[in-house]
């Protein structure tokens, strides 16, 4: 009760704030009052494609989480394995880093349709940072727990179970609610640049043709509650499998 009650007296004072500043500005297409924006969003949530888009880019972006999940635990592992992977893999780990999302979605606009490129935008944000938590947890593991294993024969599958898994699990939980958020906002732009049909990112677009401010705002709000919805989600299934395992 108590930490509901600091969420809505914090987002009250941010609200006020905001209606000062479009009190201020006194010019709905530049910084609409809030009531607005949550009429329009209502309005937008009274219709099939407000819940279409949503679904589509929560597809797209999750499916690029996903895969990215997969080939950042693969490259963690195989990095730890062997030195000489660890040398191979991780330029291309810190290329990915490095480079500018806009880059990532204009050549992906070259090789692949427009509807795949937010989900591959989405699994290369992913990548580095999975990879780059999953290999510390691997690398952190207890030496005298691996070294009793040894001692005693104990077979990989219950290494991996007791003793490496108890080591990355916090590492990998950290590098979700990381990842999902900027994998999720990249998705997002991913959209806005190429525009597929029936998402998010398209009627952000849309809204930038017909400079209908109030509908931006409420597009945007939109994208923020889901993100915060999907982190919340996600937040607590880790927490759920760290409990069991």
């Known amino acids: 009760?108590?930490?509901?009650?600091?969420?809505?007296?914090?987002?009250?004072?941010?609200?006020?704030?905001?209606?000062?500043?479009?009190?201020?500005?006194?010019?709905?297409?530049?910084?609409?009052?809030?009531?607005?924006?949550?009429?329009?969003?209502?309005?937008?949530?009274?219709?099939?494609?407000?819940?279409?888009?949503?679904?589509?880019?929560?597809?797209?972006?999750?499916?690029?989480?996903?895969?990215?999940?997969?080939?950042?635990?693969?490259?963690?592992?195989?990095?730890?394995?062997?030195?000489?992977?660890?040398?191979?893999?991780s330029p291309l780990v810190a290329i990915i880093k490095a480079t500018p999302v806009a880059s990532f979605i204009l050549l992906a606009l070259i090789f692949l349709k427009k509807g795949y490129v937010p989900t591959f935008v989405?699994?290369?944000?992913?990548?580095?940072?999975?990879?780059k938590n999953v290999q510390t947890g691997i690398q952190n593991t207890d030496k005298n727990l691996l070294e009793a294993a040894r001692?005693?024969?104990?077979?990989?599958?219950?290494?991996?179970?007791?003793?490496y898994l108890p080591s990355v699990l916090p590492h990998f939980a950290s590098a979700?609610?990381?990842?999902?958020?900027?994998?999720?906002?990249?998705?997002?732009?991913?959209?806005?640049?190429?525009?597929?049909?029936?998402?998010?990112?398209?009627?952000?677009y849309r809204t930038k043709i017909y400079f209908d401010t109030p509908a931006l705002f409420a597009w945007t709000l939109c994208v923020i509650v889901l993100s915060f919805i999907i982190e919340k989600i996600v937040g607590q299934l880790l927490k759920r499998v760290k409990n069991e395992s």
């Open 1 to 89: 009760m108590k930490k509901l009650f600091k969420f809505l007296s914090v987002l009250a004072i941010w609200i006020s704030v905001w209606y000062i500043i479009a009190r201020i500005v006194n010019a709905e297409y530049l910084i609409p009052y809030p009531h607005i924006v949550i009429k329009t969003l209502g309005q937008l949530a009274l219709t099939g494609d407000f819940w279409h888009a949503c679904l589509s880019s929560l597809f797209g972006v999750l499916c690029g989480i996903i895969i990215g999940t997969v080939f950042g635990v693969i490259i963690a592992v195989l990095s730890s394995i062997s030195e000489y992977s660890d040398s191979l893999l």
């Open 122 to 131: 989405s699994a290369l944000i992913v990548i580095p940072i999975t990879s």
């Open 176 to 204: 979700m609610i990381t990842s999902i958020g900027m994998a999720w906002k990249a998705g997002i732009a991913a959209e806005v640049i190429c525009s597929p049909h029936n998402t998010i990112g398209y009627f952000l």
């Open 151 to 163: 001692v005693f024969n104990m077979n990989k599958r219950t290494r991996l179970k007791y003793i």
